[in-house]
């Protein structure tokens, strides 16, 4: 092992992960100070990849630090993952927090395959994989890595806020201030801050797309309780059920009109669907 300062500069790849929480650092300081530094710091090319908490411990205990250098054909970012995925034990906010980290990083070797097997993922698909989340977790982690106060990613990189509640109060309530406000309160603050008030109506379509696919459903819908009544028919029920069958109308009027017109789409009958008179 070679020796260094406690003062270092840091790559990139070592904050994919995030630092140890308050009291898991003070329990590896105290163990080092105890027995020792037990596993060495890691540099590649002069630029620290491994260690960050040890590093700060052994500062903080005046230790001068041993650090290991890597060869200069290593992946730093391949290393870090084979590092720390096993021997970190993260929630699954924490692994999408690293993997949107993994997916966004800047760096000229990411995308290659090096001859030491350290892959190295590139997009939010192989990101998600590689930490074992979904890629929905990893969009929910660059929502709040893009949006997020500070004090929101913090509370997400130390396991104390889910990932896809962050997501949630990002986009809710986007002043960076009232979220950290907000986030200081805890989950259970958070959780109604972005919970729907009673009152307050379903968010109606607001795209063609949305107005598309909003028409599509009311189709299948109709056609289906078409179908039913049409069965009803066949069975020679109909007059044991007038009240039902009323119902049913109403409904099918109901699907109709919003197959038809919409608030953004006004006068568009011609493409509403026609069912047969009961």
């Known amino acids: 092992a070679i020796t260094h300062t406690a003062t270092m500069e840091v790559h990139q790849a070592a904050t994919i992960f995030p630092m140890m929480t308050a009291e898991e650092y003070e329990g590896l300081k105290q163990d080092i100070k105890e027995h020792g530094q037990r596993e060495h710091i890691v540099v590649w090319k002069g630029l620290l990849v491994d260690g960050r908490n ?50 966004t990083l800047q760096h000229g070797d990411v995308k290659s395959q090096k001859s030491d097997g350290h892959k190295c993922p590139s997009s939010v698909d192989d990101a998600a994989k590689a930490l074992n989340v979904s ?28 990932v896809s509640l962050a997501a949630k109060l990002v986009k809710q309530v986007p002043d960076k201030k009232e979220q950290a406000r907000i986030v200081a309160k805890g989950v259970e603050a958070v959780r109604a801050a972005v919970k729907p ?82």
């Open 197 to 278: 008030k009673a009152d307050d109506p379903p968010a109606a379509p607001n795209t063609a797309s949305d107005w598309k696919m909003q028409r599509a459903k009311a189709k299948k819908t109709a056609e289906a309780l078409q179908r039913a009544l049409s069965d009803l028919n066949d069975l020679k029920r109909i007059q044991q059920l007038p009240d039902a069958l009323s119902c049913v109308r109403a409904i099918i009027s109901q699907l109709n009109d919003m197959n038809g017109d919409s608030p953004a789409r006004p006068n568009t009958s011609t493409a509403s669907i026609v069912l047969d008179p009961l």
């Open 54 to 103: 040890r590093l700060r411990a052994c500062s903080e205990l005046g230790i001068e630090p041993e650090v290991r250098e890597l060869m200069d054909e290593t992946e730093p970012v391949g290393y870090v993952l084979s590092q720390n995925l096993h021997r970190r034990h993260l929630t699954t906010s924490q692994r999408a927090t690293a993997a949107a980290k993994l997916a």
């Open 135 to 162: 890629p929905m977790s990893v969009k929910n982690a660059k929502q709040v890595q893009q949006r997020g106060s500070k004090a929101t990613q913090q509370a997400v990189e130390q396991g104390e806020l889910p």
